[in-house]
């Protein structure tokens, strides 16, 4: 039997995550969900709220069977890439036949005709794209009005607006483009929208409780957003002695140091546009806080996501080289678990036979891998190593580094 297959980052893990969750053991009873989730950096741009085990915990107390990780060169890159890696890592286990996202539209044949026009990409097509771009609007703005307007159907801008909605699209995208046998299934998305930043409902979103924990300074009581996460998850986050957020702001030395040393080289990081390298490399004094240093670089051509991503490439040194390698391999070299449900370990064992790449349960593993891939996975190592020296710097406490670090099994 075939299970289902869920793209997540969990940053931090609310009600509406286990909603979906909840929704897709409904509809698919006998199926266990396999979630590829984000490590410790985000495709907003920015480091996870918390790390990676904390989250994965979370994943499996509220029905999640198991959980493998994103690599970083993915989780923090645009649309299509973060989709185009994560459905192929799931692909690759040969255990999924359904790929469930959340959406604000559920609108599925909409979706597929979109994802077949940025397939295709028809010239008249094209030539739209580029006369809004000549506008000065930005990528995402421009692409949602040549697609409206190509397809004659105002309805396509609104569809194309909704981050979650762009991201189902490509999902879509990459199931088309590389003919996979999975079925995607929309669950509509419920309370808050994704960008809302205030706690409004028991389904507000992971924007507005990333801002409600800044707020608390690192205190560690968060009785003010129980109601916002399941108990389960809140349970795991107020039991645990190394609970403690980290935001942008804790990296900013860091990236300093980066745009000094990478002063010359700046176009060589991956999605760094040619303009953008020039006006930092023509910086030399940075404000306090890298809010302030945001705003400074904020254009009506770049989106603030677009622009923390490649801050973030710059600081991790993904390059433009990095992504044309991997992306030449078929975009997944490995597949890693960070936790699984117990009764999960027999469709591990199956996978043995069914997935098409190595699979890593523990870091030592991965000095087993080919000698290109082990570049890639020590390079994640090293990244996760940056996360972890941030938090001892701000809260004075270690973390466990990846290499005393073992997969999470929940009976």
């Known amino acids: 039997m075939k299970h289902v297959g869920i793209v997540a980052e969990y940053n931090p893990f609310h009600n509406g995550h286990a909603y979906q969750l909840e929704k897709v053991k409904e509809q698919f009873p006998e199926k266990q969900i396999l979630v590829i989730m984000s490590g410790n950096y985000v495709q907003r741009g920015e480091p996870a709220i918390y790390n990676k085990y904390l989250r994965t915990e979370c994943a499996l107390a509220c029905g999640a069977d198991i959980v493998f990780e994103l690599p970083c060169l993915f989780s923090i890159a645009s649309a299509e890439y973060f989709a185009t890696a994560s459905v192929l890592s799931l692909a690759a286990t040969g255990m999924i036949d359904t790929l469930c996202f959340g959406a604000e539209s559920e609108d599925i044949e909409a979706m597929t005709q979109v994802a077949q026009l940025l397939i295709d990409e028809p010239t008249d097509y094209k030539v739209l794209l580029k ?21 004659n159907n105002e309805d396509y801008e609104a569809l194309l607006k909704s981050p979650n909605n762009i991201l189902g699209i490509e999902y879509i995208k990459t199931i088309l483009k590389y003919k996979l046998d999975i079925t995607p299934f929309i669950i509509k998305r419920q309370g808050s929208n994704y960008n809302d930043n205030s706690l409004t409902n028991t389904f507000s979103s992971a924007s507005a409780l990333r801002n409600a924990i800044s ?8 009785s003010k957003l129980e109601t916002y996460m399941p108990e389960s998850c809140y349970k795991i986050l107020t039991d645990r002695t190394d609970v403690r957020p980290l935001f942008w702001q804790d990296f900013y030395e860091y990236l300093q140091y980066a745009l000094w040393n990478a002063s010359s080289s700046n176009h060589q990081f991956f999605e760094m546009p040619a303009d953008l390298a020039n006006r930092l490399s023509s910086i030399s004094n940075y404000p306090a806080d890298i809010r302030d240093f945001f705003e400074q670089l904020s254009s009506r051509n770049y989106t603030n996501t677009r622009i923390r991503r490649t801050l973030l490439n710059l600081l991790l040194n993904n390059t433009k080289q990095d992504m044309e390698r991997i992306k030449n391999y078929g975009y997944v070299r490995y597949l890693r678990i960070l936790g699984f449900r117990e009764k999960s370990s027999i469709l591990l064992r199956d996978m043995k036979d069914s997935c098409t790449v190595p699979v890593i349960n523990k870091v030592a593993a991965g000095n087993h891998l080919p000698s290109g891939h082990i570049t890639f996975f020590e390079k994640e190592i090293h990244i996760n190593a940056l996360y972890e020296m941030a938090y001892f710097k701000k809260y004075k406490e270690k973390l466990p580094c990846e290499y005393q670090r073992s997969v999470i099994i929940k009976k």
């Open 131 to 151: 006369e809004n771009l000549r506008k000065g609007v930005s990528y995402p703005k421009a692409r949602s009005i040549a697609v409206s307007t190509y397809l």
């Open 215 to 222: 707020d608390l300074k690192g205190e560690p009581d968060l």
